[in-house]
């Protein structure tokens, strides 16, 4: 016999469901408690942070930093943080479902990454219903302030997404993309080893570091 989905159950699988169910609500408010208790440490307490990070995330590398405030609808439950992740202030991570975010990657102030849509039918979101998709973001990225990442992106290694950008398609490896929506601008090139930022040589000595 057939044993239909759990509510839960259709969180991680693009289904229509609903996000106010009871077994959800308990695990979700359950998560959010450890949230908060992040979003008071002090200053002085990384070791606290750390470990506050390391129970709340579904996973996350070494050598990560989180700037409280941290938003997060499931207090980081549902997010894969490899090594080195750095995310400013206000950082927003509509974990619904998953969020996958690679090594190195930089997150600038009041970043939003979203997994949760609502259907465009009034009377559907009038009862309640969601529907979620996992967002995939790779290794070596930077995301400027203010950018918006919508369910279901993926974006390749080593892009450079410029500030207020909202996502709305998928990005390749290795370019700069900026706009809303947002655009491939360029690929990453040879320009960049030689200038940081407009006029700004980079000193060879950097790279002997």
């Not at 989905?5 to 077994?23: N, V, W």
């Not at 700069?176 to 960049?192: K, T």
Request: proline share 5%; glycine share 10%.
């Amino acid at each position: 016999m057939h044993t239909p989905k759990s509510m839960k159950d259709k969180m991680h699988t693009g289904e229509l469901y609903l996000p106010g169910d009871a077994e959800i609500m308990r695990e979700q408010l359950k998560r959010l408690d450890r949230l908060y208790d992040f979003n008071q440490t002090r200053p002085t307490e990384l070791k606290k942070r750390e470990a506050l990070l390391k129970e709340m995330f579904a996973e996350i590398g070494e050598g990560c930093y989180i700037e409280p405030p941290l938003h997060a609808n499931f207090g980081g439950g549902h997010v894969h943080f490899g090594k080195n992740v750095y995310a400013n202030f206000n950082l927003t991570l509509v974990d619904d479902t998953h969020i996958y975010i690679g090594d190195s990657t930089m997150l600038g102030p009041n970043v939003v990454i979203a997994t949760a849509g609502h259907p465009i039918l009034p009377e559907l979101r009038e009862k309640g219903y969601q529907y979620n998709f996992a967002v995939h973001i790779g290794k070596n990225c930077w995301l400027g302030a203010g950018v918006l990442v919508m369910p279901g992106i993926t974006i390749g290694d080593n892009v450079v997404v410029g500030a207020g950008s909202v996502v709305t398609k998928d990005l390749p490896s290795n370019v700069v993309a900026v706009g809303n929506p947002c655009r491939v601008l360029r690929a990453v090139n040879e320009h960049d080893r030689e200038y940081y930022f407009k006029d700004r040589k980079i000193d060879e000595d950097v790279f002997a570091e």
